[in-house]
């Protein structure tokens, strides 16, 4: 597999001292937890979404088992 190139992004031209650095590290501290937070949602919904359909369809209105539900017939 390769190897992911980070993406970093810097400040550039004259105004890069002072306040644009404090909202560049703004920005990658958002940028960093949205990342995050999509990964860890990317992988609940993963492992999440069978046995999501399998209590729904346990909880239906005809009152149905795990054997029926699971089985092709």
Do not use: C, R
């Amino acid at each position: 597999m390769a190897a992911k190139a980070s993406l970093k992004v810097k400040a550039k031209g004259k105004g890069s001292k002072g306040s644009s650095s404090s909202s560049s590290s703004k920005y990658e501290l958002f940028k960093d937890w949205t990342n995050w937070s999509l990964k860890k949602a990317k992988v609940a919904t993963h492992y999440g979404f069978i046995p999501l359909i399998i209590v729904l369809g346990m909880k239906s209105d005809p009152n149905t088992h795990l054997f029926q539900l699971l089985s092709p017939v």
